[in-house]
């Protein structure tokens, strides 16, 4: 069956790049996800990655928000609504690939293709949704991606030559 469009597993730090400015890959990652939204692209994400993605959310708020004293506790409480606030938004945008058993034996597996038990979950839900490419900027998964895996720069890029080319 030919789709008219992919279905793209996105990685935790890409998520967390659309959503925080002040990292390396935010542009790149924000101008792919719009992209994708605006081809009519299926995102996906793994299940397990929402609480990676909520904590590192809280943690850079966090970092970025304390100076020299700690946070106030009205200051945790925002940063903690809007780290939740992202977590709904992109579920929205996007569709969990749910795990089980199968999928732990699987990420075990791929030990011996890479160390990163986390990068190996990510493996593990590209391989059971059987999406077209992965999206990361995590240069080890890029190097050893069991699927296509491209950077969000590569990604936007693939998307609009592609929508180009349909009739």
Known sequence: MIRDFPIILVDTNVWLDNYLGGRPGSIASRNFIERARAHGAHLTYPVHCLNDFYYLMQADLKRNTRSEKDLSENEVL???????????????????????ESDAWLA????????DLEDNFVLAAAQRAKVDFIVTNDRQLLKKATVKAYTPADAALILQV?????P
């Open 78 to 100: 925002a940063i903690r609504e809007t780290a939740w606030a992202c977590v709904e938004h992109l579920r929205t945008l996007a569709t969990a690939i749910v795990a089980d």
């Open 108 to 115: 075990c597996k791929y030990r011996a293709l890479t160390n």
């Open 162 to 166: 592609t929508h180009e080319q349909r």
